[in-house]
């Protein structure tokens, strides 16, 4: 693993990001991550299509209000965090919702935040990340972290 940097927050950091934002707002990204479990349609992909002019618009990735909403919870309850994410080598050790169910949760938001980012630079990211699972298994991991410092 790299050394860390100034950039670089450690667990601890993360954390305390993690546990100043009031209940309210974990229980309603909770409530979303159920309906995210609950329910098919959360993907749709936009065919390619000619423009007309000899170009051609590739297909991409329209997300449901639900993903949406949990994608903008996630900045804001600081699970999206700032961190050299290219280089980080939990991208390939956490490729199974098991592993970051199992693993620590300030590591379920370093993978959030590199499904999330990744989305910027190539679309379908948040799609895989939803269609294997890994997403819900952030989600559970942060449920499982609230619940445990806050109680049920």
Request: charged share 25%; glycine share 10%; aromatic share 8%.
């Amino acid at each position: 693993m790299p050394p860390m940097t100034a950039d670089d927050p450690s667990d601890a950091e993360i954390v305390r990001g993690l546990t100043r934002h009031p209940r309210g707002r974990w229980e309603e990204l909770f409530a979303l991550a159920d309906e995210l479990a609950a329910g098919t349609g959360h993907v749709r992909w936009e065919e390619p299509r000619d423009l007309g002019d000899g170009s051609i618009q590739l297909g991409y990735p329209v997300y449901s209000d639900t993903v949406d909403r949990i994608h903008q919870l996630l900045y804001e309850l600081d699970v999206i965090v700032a961190f050299p994410w290219r280089d980080w080598d939990g991208a390939r050790r956490y490729t199974t919702p098991q592993a970051i169910e199992a693993g620590p949760v300030a590591d379920a938001a370093r993978m959030a935040t590199v499904i999330f980012r990744a989305e910027r630079f190539g679309d379908g990211h948040i799609a895989s990340a939803i269609s294997d699972g890994r997403l819900a298994a952030i989600l559970g991991r942060l449920r499982r972290f609230h619940h445990e410092a806050t109680g049920p």
